[in-house]
């Protein structure tokens, strides 16, 4: 009776230690599909061995009568301990980045890894085959002692954001190890409560790798928020930066004929004074209208990029206008002819300068692509609204060539580009993307179509 009742508790304690254990595996797999980081994959996949260790270790697998024979039972007791450590030095390698930054600790871990493989393979062949090969299961232990050398040594040598945690779970694991053999060997007085210390401190040792990889999770992303947003304010700048540029080429002309004007004027006032009244009253309005013309492509880059970054009603239409007015200059060299398939009533509700900023990189990135000498570049860009899937549709199409780039993705890599000048571009179609993404949620497409490339760009529509 009392027997049985030890039994039943023992029974008990490991349902609450497994269901623990698995709670933590599948919370693993959860942050695994969220994160997509696979530390977390490799955590999840050794606790659930941890855990058949542990139920194996203590008969509870036997006492469950699974159907598992016993030289299975046995298997997984040998076993698992080496396939444990492979897959702790998979999540040290993963962690710490080993092989970049840590050449020495990395050939050792290959050493490692390699040692375990040949311990499992043997123990496999003496479990299996030949029972004589059993007097080297010291190779198990011996293989997981250098182990444990090896990740403390890489938790006190390597620095990382949330090493301090994976240290402390080291120093715990290592620990319970040492007093749970001391007992066992009886150099210690031993104590009923040694035959869980070390599952105790597995266990404390799960909670605090998924503490420290939480903690280097958060760090990373919160470098890329702080990225994203200095791309953001980059994507602005570089935008400012081209206007500037093509708002340079339009002065030539007007600051041309102004400086002609005034040459002529100053030369007459020299030579031929008679003339200076007429030749004034012609030049004037010469030098005004230029002038006007100055004030008109200053007063359109203000308005352009003066506006708040909050959203607000504006026509799509005149935005792209306004855009291709400001490229006007490089329009003109690349002699691009536009269509713009959009209605003028239509009003969007959302960030007009990141809406613009995008337009421009898509233009601007066709432009950089069509010949100088060619009669025929041409741009379309059209503008509708599905009311079933509530969403602006963007298409934008050029007949530049096409993306030579495979696969034709990898243009939305940073610094992935096909131009000739590859130190000054790279980044504009990323931007666009995560300007499309991250700021508009929406999302965009690209195919090669008609000897050019096709952008499809959906925006969710946004309620005033």
């Given at each position: 009776?009392?027997?049985?009742?030890?039994?039943?508790?023992?029974?008990?304690?490991?349902?609450?230690f497994?269901?623990?254990?698995?709670?933590?595996?599948?919370?693993?797999?959860?942050?695994?599909?969220i994160?997509?980081?696979?530390?977390?994959l490799?955590?999840?996949?050794y606790?659930?061995?941890?855990?058949?260790?542990?139920l194996?270790l203590?008969?509870?697998?036997?006492?469950?009568?699974?159907g598992?024979?016993?030289?299975?039972l046995?298997?997984?007791?040998?076993?698992?301990?080496?396939?444990?450590?492979?897959?702790?030095?998979?999540?040290?390698?993963?962690?710490?980045?080993?092989?970049?930054?840590?050449?020495k600790?990395?050939?050792?871990?290959?050493?490692?890894?390699?040692?375990?493989?040949?311990?499992?393979?043997?123990?496999?062949?003496?479990?299996?085959?030949?029972?004589?090969?059993?007097?080297?299961?010291?190779?198990?232990?011996l293989?997981?002692?250098?182990?444990?050398?090896?990740?403390?040594?890489?938790?006190?040598?390597?620095?990382?954001?949330?090493?301090?945690?994976?240290?402390?779970?080291?120093?715990?694991?290592?620990?319970?190890?040492?007093?749970?053999?001391?007992?066992?060997?009886?150099?210690?007085?031993?104590?009923?409560?040694?035959?869980?210390l070390?599952?105790?401190?597995?266990?404390?040792?799960?909670?605090?790798?998924?503490?420290?990889?939480s903690?280097?999770?958060?760090?990373?992303?919160n470098?890329?928020?702080?990225?994203?947003?200095?791309?953001?304010?980059?994507?602005?700048?570089s935008?400012?930066?081209?206007?500037?540029?093509?708002?340079?080429?339009?002065?030539?002309?007007?600051?041309?004929?102004?400086?002609?004007?005034i040459?002529?004027?100053?030369?007459?006032?020299?030579?031929?004074?008679?003339?200076?009244?007429?030749?004034i009253?012609t030049?004037?309005?010469?030098?005004s209208?230029?002038?006007?013309l100055?004030?008109?492509?200053?007063?359109?880059?203000s308005?352009?990029?003066?506006?708040?970054?909050?959203?607000?009603?504006?026509?799509?239409?005149?935005?792209?206008?306004?855009v291709?007015?400001?490229?006007?200059?490089?329009?003109?060299?690349?002699?691009?002819?536009?269509?713009?398939?959009?209605?003028?009533?239509?009003?969007?509700h959302?960030?007009?300068?990141?809406?613009s900023?995008?337009?421009?990189i898509?233009?601007?990135?066709?432009?950089?692509?069509?010949?100088?000498?060619?009669?025929?570049?041409?741009?379309?860009?059209?503008?509708?609204?599905?009311?079933?899937?509530?969403?602006?549709?963007?298409?934008?199409?050029?007949?530049?060539?096409?993306?030579?780039?495979?696969?034709?993705?990898?243009v939305?890599?940073?610094?992935?580009?096909?131009?000739?000048?590859?130190?000054?571009?790279?980044?504009?179609?990323?931007?666009?993307?995560?300007?499309?993404e991250?700021?508009?949620?929406?999302?965009?497409?690209?195919k090669?179509?008609?000897d050019?490339?096709?952008?499809?760009?959906?925006?969710?529509?946004?309620?005033?």
């Amino acid at each position: 009776m009392t027997q049985n009742l030890l039994h039943s508790q023992k029974l008990i304690i490991f349902g609450l230690f497994g269901g623990v254990f698995i709670l933590f595996s599948i919370l693993s797999f959860i942050l695994y599909s969220i994160h997509r980081t696979p530390v977390y994959l490799v955590v999840g996949v050794y606790t659930l061995s941890l855990l058949l260790y542990t139920l194996s270790l203590q008969g509870v697998l036997y006492n469950l009568d699974f159907g598992i024979n016993l030289k299975l039972l046995t298997a997984i007791a040998w076993l698992t301990p080496s396939f444990t450590s492979i897959l702790f030095l998979i999540y040290t390698y993963l962690f710490f980045s080993i092989k970049e930054r840590y050449k020495k600790f990395y050939y050792v871990m290959v050493g490692l890894i390699s040692l375990h493989t040949f311990v499992i393979l043997l123990m496999s062949y003496a479990l299996f085959v030949d029972p004589t090969y059993t007097k080297y299961s010291f190779l198990t232990g011996l293989s997981i002692m250098f182990n444990t050398i090896y990740l403390l040594s890489a938790g006190i040598y390597m620095r990382e954001v949330g090493s301090k945690f994976y240290l402390i779970g080291q120093l715990i694991l290592i620990c319970a190890v040492v007093l749970s053999t001391l007992s066992i060997y009886g150099l210690i007085t031993y104590y009923d409560i040694y035959r869980h210390l070390v599952t105790t401190a597995l266990f404390i040792d799960i909670i605090l790798l998924l503490i420290a990889q939480s903690l280097k999770t958060k760090h990373h992303v919160n470098l890329l928020n702080n990225s994203k947003i200095a791309l953001l304010e980059h994507s602005r700048y570089s935008s400012i930066g081209l206007a500037i540029n093509n708002i340079t080429h339009q002065w030539k002309h007007p600051l041309s004929h102004i400086g002609l004007s005034i040459l002529m004027i100053e030369s007459l006032l020299k030579n031929k004074k008679e003339s200076l009244i007429p030749t004034i009253e012609t030049e004037l309005p010469k030098i005004s209208y230029s002038l006007n013309l100055m004030k008109k492509t200053i007063d359109e880059f203000s308005a352009y990029y003066s506006q708040d970054i909050t959203k607000n009603d504006f026509s799509p239409k005149n935005t792209i206008e306004h855009v291709i007015y400001i490229l006007n200059s490089k329009i003109l060299i690349k002699n691009a002819q536009f269509t713009l398939e959009i209605e003028d009533t239509l009003i969007m509700h959302n960030y007009e300068h990141i809406f613009s900023n995008i337009i421009m990189i898509l233009i601007d990135n066709s432009l950089d692509e069509f010949k100088i000498e060619s009669e025929d570049n041409k741009i379309s860009i059209s503008l509708t609204q599905d009311t079933l899937l509530k969403k602006y549709i963007l298409t934008f199409s050029d007949n530049a060539g096409g993306i030579k780039i495979k696969p034709i993705e990898k243009v939305f890599d940073y610094f992935s580009t096909s131009k000739e000048d590859k130190l000054n571009h790279g980044a504009g179609l990323a931007m666009a993307k995560m300007l499309i993404e991250e700021r508009l949620y929406g999302d965009i497409f690209l195919k090669n179509k008609n000897d050019g490339v096709e952008f499809k760009i959906f925006i969710p529509q946004e309620n005033n």
